[in-house]
């Protein structure tokens, strides 16, 4: 499989989300060319603002490699991560994060840049953003509308 590819599974799993009227957020973490984990916002469902798509995977890949280090993982996320999400991000090793949306906010997205990019005990983490016209206009208009539905 390729970036696009594991992108359209963090898709499917943003579905979940937006189908819960949850924040149309899916994370999908790929090691060693294979999926270990899957998972989509759910704040709203458990009322804890920790549940973040990202956070949620993390958790999941930690217990499946009964490991908190993620060395060499790929996460694979709708929309560029919160501060919170990439410091964890950061802390668990993954290497490597790809998005597609960028955050709305240029002052998080500073923030965000300068977490991965801390060169400290662990290595600075890659980001890559995906060509948003590569992927169907129906799975990139669910995302945007959400967050229009919500801002009016």
């Given amino acids: 499989m390729n970036d696009y590819q594991y992108m359209l599974l963090a898709i499917e799993e943003a579905k979940k989300a937006y189908d819960n009227d949850e924040v149309p957020v899916?994370?999908?973490?790929?090691?060693?060319?294979?999926?270990?984990?899957?998972?989509?916002?759910?704040?709203?469902?458990c009322q804890c603002s920790l549940e973040h798509?990202?956070?949620?995977?993390?958790?999941?890949?930690?217990?499946?490699?009964?490991?908190?280090?993620?060395?060499?993982?790929?996460?694979?996320?709708?929309?560029?991560?919160?501060?919170?999400?990439a410091s964890a991000i950061k802390q668990s090793r993954i290497s490597?994060?790809?998005?597609?949306?960028?955050?709305?906010?240029?002052n998080i997205r500073?923030?965000?840049?300068?977490?991965?990019?801390?060169?400290?005990?662990?290595k600075p983490v890659e980001?890559?953003?995906l060509n948003i016209?590569?992927?169907?206009?129906?799975d990139v208009r669910m995302l945007s509308d959400f967050f229009k539905k919500k801002r009016n």
């Fill in 110 to 122: 500073e923030i965000v840049n300068s977490i991965f990019s801390l060169e400290d005990a662990n």
């Fill in 96 to 106: 490597k994060v790809v998005y597609l949306l960028d955050n709305s906010n240029d």
């Fill in 127 to 129: 980001k890559v953003k």
């Fill in 26 to 45: 899916g994370a999908v973490i790929v090691q060693n060319g294979k999926v270990i984990t899957s998972a989509h916002n759910r704040k709203e469902e």
């Fill in 53 to 85: 798509a990202e956070l949620i995977a993390i958790k999941s890949a930690c217990g499946k490699n009964n490991n908190w280090r993620l060395t060499d993982a790929v996460m694979y996320v709708t929309l560029e991560p919160c501060p919170m999400c």
């Fill in 133 to 138: 016209s590569k992927f169907k206009s129906e």
